[in-house]
Antibody
Framework: EVQLVESGGGLAQPGRSLRLSCAAS????????FHWVRQAPGKGLEWVSGINQNGGGIAYADSVKGRFTISRDNAKNSLYLQMNSLRVEDTALYYCAKDFGAYIDSPDPDYWGQGTLVTVSS | QSVLTQPPSVSAAPGQKVTISCSGS????????VSWYQQVPGTAPKLLIYDDNKRPSGIPDRFSGSKSGTSATLGITGLQTGDEADYYC???????????FGGGTKLTVL
């Protein structure tokens, strides 16, 4: 059974940092690309970042470029999102999503975690 | 303002058919595959359609996808009350070099 479990969310002050993690199981982790997608309270989905199966291709939404860094550890079956210089508008539920394929430029997230809530407030 | 445009809401009676549109441009829908997601409030999104018109295993054939030019459409036949949810289209934008979603469409089954 495919499982994606996010962790690391919480309350942070503007300008501070958080690191999200996503532990994956039930499939061959290094065969698949991954995405982080967020959803602000009462709002729609927003793609945040993606990483190819070997980590060689990475992309970010303009809203987080230069502040967030996506990475993966295929040996640990884990995905990460380092979030620096947090802003109030980064407040959202952050989902880790496994892609059907190996590359992020044809995104087909077929399994999603339950999300981890990030709240940025002073 | 989302890169992909969806109607905010659609509604239809049980047993009827509904379509949800997703309008984009030559840098996204026209040249990249489109996927569709269903999100029941309080739960994670679920992939319904990928590569414009393919259904993952377990998704009933009441759900279908199509694409023409810069627009894509999700069709749902034999509507059930359990289909009430928010529906999102998604794809890749080659100009932005980023994933993009539509703003979402709330389906009400009257």
């Amino acid at each position: 059974e495919v499982q994606l479990v996010e962790s690391g969310g919480g309350l942070a002050q503007p300008g501070r940092s958080l690191r999200l993690s996503c532990a994956a199981s039930g499939f061959n982790f290094d065969d698949h690309a991954f995405h982080w997608v967020r959803q602000a309270p009462g709002k729609g989905l927003e793609w945040v970042s993606g990483i190819n199966q070997n980590g060689g291709g990475i992309a970010y939404a303009d809203s987080v470029k230069g502040r967030f860094t996506i990475s993966r550890d295929n040996a640990k079956n884990s995905l990460y999102l380092q979030m620096n210089s947090l802003r109030v508008e980064d407040t959202a539920l952050y989902y880790c999503a496994k892609d059907f394929g190996a590359y992020i430029d044809s995104p087909d997230p077929d399994y999603w975690g339950q999300g981890t809530l990030v709240t940025v407030s002073s | 303002q989302s890169v992909l445009t969806q109607p905010p809401s659609v509604s239809a009676a049980p047993g009827q058919k509904v379509t949800i549109s997703c309008s984009g441009s030559s840098s996204n829908i026209e040249r990249k595959y489109v996927s569709w997601y269903q999100q029941v409030p309080g739960t994670a999104p679920k992939l319904l359609i990928y590569d414009d018109n393919k259904r993952p295993s377990g998704i009933p054939d009441r759900f279908s996808g199509s694409k023409s030019g810069t627009s894509a459409t999700l069709g749902i036949t034999g509507l059930q009350t359990g289909d009430e949810a928010d529906y999102y289209c998604g794809t890749w934008d080659t100009s932005l070099s980023a994933g993009v979603f539509g703003g979402g469409t709330k389906l009400t089954v009257l």
